[in-house]
């Protein structure tokens, strides 16, 4: 891994000199005048609090609400590398649902201690009631997101996996939207693979995992409401799809079955797209103070009469110490080399990677195992010492929490900042569907940090986000359609 | 479709039109209190009292003057029926059916809602309320117009159209209501002439003005009640709303024309009926106050077994949640 203090640039090669896929795009954004530019960013933002594309912030007053961040400049892909990186995820995606599908069933993986029983043992995201359950199609995360980087030798890492509720889609889909609105020209001729077929690709995948006895199969969003920070996605997807968007309270459980209370009485419910967490989703077997889910619908659910997507317990394989095993786990059950490489991971479970941890705090990263969205990390080089000597007891009390990273120099792309263009880090969230077959989308949400060197793209830290442009191979001179991303779909992926 | 997005959509719509009417009745008063030294130059108190919130406005402001009333009706958050506290409650709504309505009727709520905003970070001027009443007017108008042309008009349709009507009629009646309160007596002075320009100002305040003297021409104060209560064809008169709404519901239920399946359709159709066949000296001879009182109290419980027969969700099997009811 690359540990020199420059980052890599997605469009420029040096000071002036474009990458070669990115030099159809400079030669006209050059033509773009700065004021011109600046309107543009301007008009964008416009369009954004109009269309009331907004996430939630807890605790922020004015309704809570705030308009996405968004950045013009769009960050562009190969579509070559994008080929590499889309069998990539797709490899991942099935390992990991087979993985799944082995662990609540006959946990070969564990007996052939392909990896550490103890790890799956003790992880708190896994789900015993869901132990000999197989849902339906085989699928148990059917949406994920998969967060990648660039790190300084222009390589691509998987930083982590969400199989739980990953959101940030429907952002995707509109940023692109706004590129069309407000940089119409620019788009003009350029080979930008489409991302608009998302909705369609989930409803149709939605529709396959429904229970087998259902023939004409109705699907729902089902979300804690409009103030949870991703309400504005629960209801672009819904109406995208065409589906109602429902809350736990317009559901019912009656006999095993789902149902939704309408104006013309109880109509049945055959597979839900939930974006509530396992703990909320049913207080008969989880959280028994949730309010936002359904009493019953695990019965109904194990009784496979509805589809929960993604299923309960997912959580188990995007547990960060789990991840680090994510390599073996390729291989155990695809008997594959991975395609995309992991971050080198320290798990403090083990005691000699503890060991190496606690002594050199100052050059890596401390992720607690089972959080996402950034919280209750350490970024050790930055950290003062009291705050290092704080986590070595965190680690000591509960190493099984914890895992470690070298710091990534995360890859930066040109970004409107004061007027002119400055390159800031990004990453990048793909996302993936899994059916009967693997879809991946093309691209994925761009995250950027605004600030100057800064790392941190969470949007309610400051971070913005960017149209991800993946070019079809042979750019202007045109592949045309089918290329090779239209090509990879069409092979089926087995399940067990 | 669900029973809490037909709430929703019912509301959104509800809400719409009561902001656009409490711009009317600002639009109205104001521009009757213009011209010196007349009896009518410092009568706000009526128009606190024609939004039915009379005794809010006096626990926390006291005497009614310009300045408070219309910060009172525009912009105050704790006013639940002030134009902002409206057009948010409308766009909360639309957010939670983001899903169900259209993407222009979303954006179009939206930009109203950040316009309305807008307005209140810049503090409106009391003494030209007229191009924030006129730009809220329009707003209201241009939702009623996307609604129309861009949401297909199946169940949902039908309950934004209801929610509507009813607010509308409910709002007719008390400008009819409050303004002859304030006009009639003038009108009965021994001698007096009639105010023709204020009779014609309560006109416009509903937008009445060209199309009641198309039907009537000459302007009196019977006249300008029938328009206004009981004609067909004029869409702010009571009897149109009351009888669209009708139209939908039955839209909804599927009912043959004359039969019911519903207390909200029974009660609706009553109240039809009552005003296909009422005749404007039935009203004045009952006395026009206490007939808009029984008319307004009759809407409410139309709202209120709308409620009871479309929107409350059937009890969950342990216990029973509260459900909210919006106003």
Not at chain 1, 239 to 267: H, I
Not at chain 1, 481 to 492: F, T
Not at chain 2, 198 to 207: E, K, M
Request: charged residues 20%; negative net charge; glycine residues 8%.
């Amino acid at each position: 891994m690359h540990r020199s203090m420059s980052a890599y640039d997605e469009m420029f090669l040096g000071p002036g000199v474009p990458r070669p896929v990115c030099a159809q795009f400079v030669d006209r954004l050059a033509a773009i005048p700065a004021e011109e530019l600046h309107r543009r960013q301007q008009a964008a933002e416009h369009d954004l609090a109009n269309m009331g594309i907004t996430f939630n912030v807890y605790g922020h007053e004015d309704g809570a609400e705030k308009v996405w961040p968004f950045d013009i400049v769009p960050r562009i892909i190969d579509g070559a590398e994008w080929a590499r990186i889309e069998a990539g995820l797709k490899q991942r995606v099935e390992a990991l649902n087979l993985f799944l599908g082995d662990i609540y069933n006959e946990q070969r993986i564990l007996q052939d201690k392909a990896i550490p029983p103890e790890l799956i043992e003790s992880a708190q995201t896994l789900r015993p009631q869901m132990r000999g359950f197989r849902p339906p199609a085989g699928v148990w995360c059917h949406i994920s997101g998969v967060d990648l980087v660039r790190d300084g030798d222009g390589s691509i890492y998987v930083l982590e996996d969400n199989l739980r509720c990953p959101s940030g889609v429907s952002y995707v889909i509109e940023n692109r939207e706004i590129m069309k609105r407000t940089f119409a020209q620019i788009f003009e001729g350029m080979s930008v693979v489409p991302v608009e077929e998302y909705p369609e690709q989930l409803l149709a995948m939605l529709l396959q995992c429904a229970p087998q006895r259902a023939e004409h199969p109705t699907a729902v969003v089902l979300t804690p409401g409009i103030y949870n920070s991703a309400y504005f996605e629960h209801t672009f997807l819904a109406q995208q799809m065409g589906v109602e968007l429902v809350q736990g309270t317009d559901l019912t459980v009656k006999d095993n079955f789902v149902y939704m209370r309408t104006t013309q009485g109880l109509q049945r419910v055959d597979v839900i797209y939930r974006r509530i967490d396992d703990d909320f989703l049913d207080p008969k077997h989880f959280r028994s103070d949730s309010c936002l889910g359904v009493a019953g619908l695990l019965d109904a659910y194990r009784a496979g009469n509805v589809t929960l997507a993604n299923a309960p317990g997912t959580g188990v394989a995007d547990d960060k110490a789990v991840y680090a095993y994510v390599p073996q786990i390729i291989k155990y059950y695809l008997d594959a080399e991975p395609i995309l490489a992991n971050v080198p991971t320290y798990v403090c479970a083990d005691p000699q990677q503890c060991a190496y941890v606690t002594a050199n705090l100052d050059k890596l990263v401390v992720k607690p195992t089972n959080e996402s969205g950034g919280y209750g990390i350490l970024m050790g080089p930055q950290a003062s010492a009291g705050e290092r000597a704080q986590y070595v007891d965190l680690i000591r009390a509960n190493p099984r929490n914890y895992i470690a990273q070298p710091m990534l120099q995360l890859s930066t792309v040109p970004t409107l900042s004061g007027g002119e263009m400055q390159p800031r880090h990004v990453d990048l969230r793909p996302f993936v569907l899994c059916g009967k077959e693997i879809y991946v989308m093309p691209g994925g949400l761009t995250r950027v940090a605004l600030r100057e060197g800064s790392m941190v793209v969470n949007s309610s830290q400051g971070g913005g986000s960017k149209d991800t442009w993946v070019l079809r191979p042979g750019g202007r001179h045109g592949a045309g359609r089918g290329g090779e991303g239209a090509a990879a779909r069409r092979e089926a992926v087995p399940h067990a | 479709m669900l029973s809490r997005v037909a709430d929703s959509v019912y509301w959104m719509s509800r809400y719409i039109e009561r902001a656009e009417n409490v711009a009317r009745f600002i639009d109205v008063n104001y521009n009757l209190t213009l011209g010196e030294g007349n009896e009518l130059s410092e009568q706000w108190a009526p128009l606190v009292y024609a939004t039915g919130d009379h005794e809010a406005f006096a626990a926390r402001y006291g005497t009614p003057t310009r300045e408070n009333v219309l910060h009172f009706l525009a912009f105050d958050r704790e006013n639940p029926n002030s134009i902002l506290s409206c057009v948010s409650a409308a766009r909360e709504n639309a957010r939670a059916i983001r899903e169900t309505i259209s993407a222009p009727m979303w954006e179009q709520i939206n930009t109203f809602y950040l316009m309305v905003r807008k307005a209140v970070r810049q503090g409106l001027k009391v003494t030209e309320p007229n191009a924030f009443c006129e730009a809220v007017r329009q707003a209201g108008h241009t939702h009623v117009g996307i609604t129309y042309t861009t949401m297909s008009h199946g169940e949902a349709w039908h309950f934004s159209r209801i929610g509507r009507l009813l607010e509308r009629a409910d709002k007719t009646s008390r400008i009819v209501d409050v303004q002859y309160f304030l006009l009639l007596p003038l009108a009965d002075d021994v001698g007096a002439a009639l105010d023709v320009v204020r009779w014609a100002a309560l006109l416009r305040s509903a937008s009445a003005l060209e199309m009641y003297r198309r039907v009537h021409g000459r302007i009196t104060p019977e006249k300008v009640a029938e328009f206004l209560i009981l004609d067909p064809d004029f869409p702010r008169a009571m009897r149109f709303c009351v009888m669209r709404a009708q139209q939908s519901m039955q839209a909804i239920t599927g009912s043959p024309p004359g039969t019911f399946r519903c207390r909200s359709e029974q009660q609706l159709g009553r109240l039809r009926a009552e005003l296909d066949y009422t005749h404007i000296e039935d009203v004045i001879s009952r006395g026009l106050h206490a007939s808009i009182d029984d008319f307004q109290r009759r809407v409410n419980d139309v709202g209120a077994a709308i409620h009871d027969d479309f929107f409350r969700l059937p009890a969950p099997e342990p216990a029973a949640s509260p459900t909210q009811l919006q106003a």
